[in-house]
């Protein structure tokens, strides 16, 4: 695989060639006839072409429009497949766009309506295939992997199986110093800054007594050093699987569409992959098939998009409810669990006393568990039995922050709480949070744990846009029959 100055030569060459030949392409008479005839929307243009200098102009405006529009995909920076061609596309878009601009403002040579809409159709299909085909991996390429952890012994039993070259390794300074005081070196090692370390008393570094691997700084360099040698797949090596520098670690090689390995002892903590059985397991980051990840976005969008544009009456009854029933805001936050252990803010409409966990802290509600709250409001009680309260929601689904459907976010501390009481909360953190889930559709609340979590975990192994669907009819449905419970009840 091409990397540095060669990447970015090579990748800004195939644009020019590739918008070349889609001017070309469009610009021919037997094409704009057939375009303009036979597709939809677009058989009202005129077949108009362009030769000579007209011509050489239209490509050589579209190729530097083009290149500059792509830049930030130059850089032979790791990528998710999905991430490459959704980027590529919007470049193309924008390119499109500023193409339109110039003629229009008369900045430059107008193209043809017909020709510039086919440009910019064949860039949105062949651009995101270039570079697609950049980063695929010649078939004699072994890839470049990096070992990643705070256990010396284990990076260094994990490296001899590996096969195909090891760019290095990342491990704390601290954990090597351990290693060393343990083995009865007493000598030690002075810390600096996570990346690096000074031997003490012109002491040589030995670090080399682990591993025969370069040491290639401290786990806060992940993502720099993922970036820097374009690292194919990296393998986990530590001591605990449910600590914040495993989840840390996991997320960075999944936003950079980096592969990851762990020891087989820990497949009870993560995703992997059916067809693994060796030592060493892939960890299935994107468990979804790619056309339903797509059309699960999708619905997403188009979900809370409709359910936000429908209730906008009913949204605007409940702020006024809220605010003639007790003083404070209408609306408050929370911190909450997202993928990997991250956190986002999301919003509800208030259901309990202003300042309600100033004494108790925070706690799931005894109502959860079929008790009374008495901090929850008179209109609090209605939004919650009807799940009224649930619906500022939706922003936090269109902001990508959470799902429709999906393990119900907890607050970090709850999470924390919830962990230490021995349940393995953290294996929920493989998917986005959703706003319901088959735990709730199956009337399961935070007070049970252990119950809830094994819904969740069941839900990451058979996840798809089809059960998606079936969970959201389920909630829907279940939705209805507590507001005609309600209703009744009056």
Request: aromatic residues 8%; negative net charge; charged residues 25%.
């Amino acid at each position: 695989m091409l990397t540095g100055w060669r990447y970015r030569l090579v990748s800004a060459a195939g644009v020019v060639g590739v918008t070349t030949l889609s001017v070309l392409i469009a610009n021919h008479p037997a094409v704009q006839q057939q375009f303009t005839t036979y597709v939809p929307l677009f058989n009202r243009l005129d077949v108009h072409t362009l030769s000579g200098g007209m011509l050489l102009w239209a490509v050589g405006l579209c190729s530097i429009v083009m290149v500059g529009c792509l830049l930030p995909l130059y850089k032979p920076r790791p990528r998710r497949v999905l991430d490459t061609v959704f980027l590529a596309q919007k470049r193309v878009v924008t390119g499109g766009l500023a193409i339109a601009a110039f003629g229009f403002f008369k900045w430059s040579h107008r193209l043809p309506r017909a020709t510039l809409v086919m440009v910019v159709g064949l860039l949105s299909v062949s651009i995101p295939a270039w570079f697609v085909r950049m980063r695929r991996r010649p078939a004699n390429d072994s890839g470049r992997t990096l070992l990643v952890g705070d256990d010396p012994e284990q990076i260094e039993q994990i490296s001899v199986q590996l096969e195909g070259p090891i760019l290095g390794y990342l491990c704390p300074t601290s954990a090597l110093s351990s290693q060393l005081v343990a083995e009865g070196d007493s000598t030690g090692i002075e810390a600096v800054p996570d990346g690096g370390s000074i031997p003490r008393d012109g002491l040589v570094l030995k670090y080399d007594e682990f591993t025969d691997l370069d040491r290639l700084g401290g786990l806060s360099r992940i993502e720099d050093v993922l970036v820097e040698y374009d690292v194919d797949t990296v393998v986990l090596a530590f001591r605990r699987a449910d600590r914040a520098e495993f989840f840390g670690s996991l997320d960075a090689c999944y936003e950079h569409g980096v592969d990851v390995k762990v020891h087989q002892e820990y497949t009870d903590s993560v995703l992997i992959s059916d067809d693994q059985i060796g030592e060493l397991v892939t960890v299935d980051l994107e468990p979804w098939d790619p056309i339903d990840h797509l059309f699960k976005r999708g619905f997403d969008v188009l979900f809370s998009l409709t359910a936000l544009v429908a209730l906008a009456p009913v949204i605007a009854l409940i702020a006024v409810a809220i605010k003639l029933d007790s003083s404070g805001p209408v609306l408050y936050k929370q911190e909450r669990t997202a993928v990997f252990g991250e956190s986002f803010q999301v919003y509800k409409f208030r259901s309990m006393v202003q300042n309600a966990e100033s004494e108790t802290g925070a706690k799931i509600s005894d109502e959860d568990a079929g008790g009374v709250d008495p901090r929850v409001t008179r209109v609090g009680k209605i939004l919650r039995k009807t799940h009224l309260d649930e619906i500022p929601q939706l922003w936090a689904i269109l902001a990508s922050d959470m799902s429709v459907v999906g393990p119900r976010p907890e607050r970090p501390e709850l999470d924390s709480e919830i962990q230490s009481d021995g349940v393995d909360w953290s294996k929920r953190w493989f998917v986005k949070p959703g706003l319901t889930g088959l735990a709730q559709v199956n009337d399961i609340t935070g007070h049970e744990a252990e119950s809830k979590l094994r819904y969740d975990l069941e839900y990451v192994r058979r996840q798809s846009f089809r059960f998606d669907l079936k969970i959201v009819i389920r909630q829907i449905w279940k939705v209805l029959s507590d507001v005609r419970e309600f209703v009744a009840s009056r």
